[in-house]
Structure formats: C-alpha cells, structure tokens
C-alpha cells in the first residue's frame, strides 16, 4: 500500500496554491470592475457628446450622469490601487506559516482520531457487553 504522500502533493503547497489562486482570483474580479466603471463612464461620455446643446435640461442631466460615473470610476482605482499592497501581503511569510500550522495540527488530529478507531476496532467487546447492551 502506498503512502498517502506519495501520491498526493504535499498539503501544505496545496494550501499555499489555493491562497494564491483565491487572491489571483479577487485582483482578476476587481480588475474587471475596474474595466466595467471605465466603460460605463465612457458610455455616459458619449451620450453627453450626442446631445442636443439645446436641450439644456438633458445636457445638465446627462452632464451629471457622466461626472457621477468618473466619480465612481475614480474611487474604484483608488481603492484597487490601495487594497493592492495590503492583498500581497495577506500571502507574507508569517501568513503561510499560519498555514501550514493549520495544516500540520489537521493531519496530527487526524491521524491522532485515527489511530484511536484502530485502537478501538482491535479490542474486542467483552461478552456481556455483547449479550446485554445497555439501553438507549
């Protein structure tokens, strides 16, 4: 029989792969809201440009629509540009430490709760325990 080891990959890599993926994941969604802010700016740019320079009460609307959109479009860089740093170092070395602690402590509790079921499983029941079991 082989080893658990053997032929899955070490539990702590697979717990720093998953970290990393769960933040690559994150920038990639934030990047796309990045993307979609600066396209809806640009829409509410253009329908501002379209309009008639007439239509006062239209333009002003419009002209309001755009500048809320560059606001918001504004204030998702911002906080992309400063949640950045803080999410590359979620992954720091003290946080993959925590990890693989994590990590370590579950195998030991498994493998301490597994061991304790074999212990329990060899030993066999005494017979009156068999002949009488006790109530429920």
């Given at each position: 029989?082989?080893r658990d080891g053997a032929?899955?990959?070490?539990?702590?890599?697979?717990?720093?792969?998953?970290?990393?993926?769960?933040?690559?994941?994150?920038?990639?969604?934030?990047?796309?809201?990045?993307?979609?802010?600066?396209?809806?700016?640009?829409?509410?740019?253009?329908?501002?440009?379209?309009?008639?320079?007439?239509?006062?009460?239209?333009?002003?609307?419009?002209?309001?629509?755009?500048?809320?959109?560059?606001?918001?479009?504004?204030?998702?860089?911002?906080?992309?540009?400063?949640?950045?740093?803080?999410?590359?170092a979620a992954l720091d070395?003290?946080?993959?430490?925590?990890?693989?602690?994590?990590?370590?402590?579950?195998?030991?509790?498994?493998?301490?709760?597994?061991?304790?079921?074999?212990?329990?499983?060899?030993?066999?029941?005494?017979?009156?325990?068999?002949?009488?079991?006790?109530?429920?």
């Amino acid at each position: 029989m082989a080893r658990d080891g053997a032929l899955n990959p070490h539990p702590d890599l697979v717990v720093q792969r998953e970290l990393e993926a769960r933040a690559a994941e994150m920038d990639t969604l934030r990047r796309q809201h990045i993307e979609r802010t600066r396209h809806d700016a640009e829409l509410a740019r253009r329908r501002y440009m379209k309009v008639d320079p007439d239509n006062r009460l239209v333009a002003d609307t419009l002209e309001a629509d755009w500048n809320e959109k560059l606001r918001l479009d504004t204030d998702v860089v911002e906080d992309y540009e400063r949640r950045a740093p803080e999410e590359a170092a979620a992954l720091d070395a003290e946080t993959q430490q925590r990890a693989r602690d994590l990590v370590a402590q579950f195998r030991d509790d498994y493998r301490k709760r597994a061991a304790l079921r074999r212990r329990t499983l060899d030993r066999p029941l005494p017979i009156f325990q068999i002949r009488n079991p006790s109530p429920t």
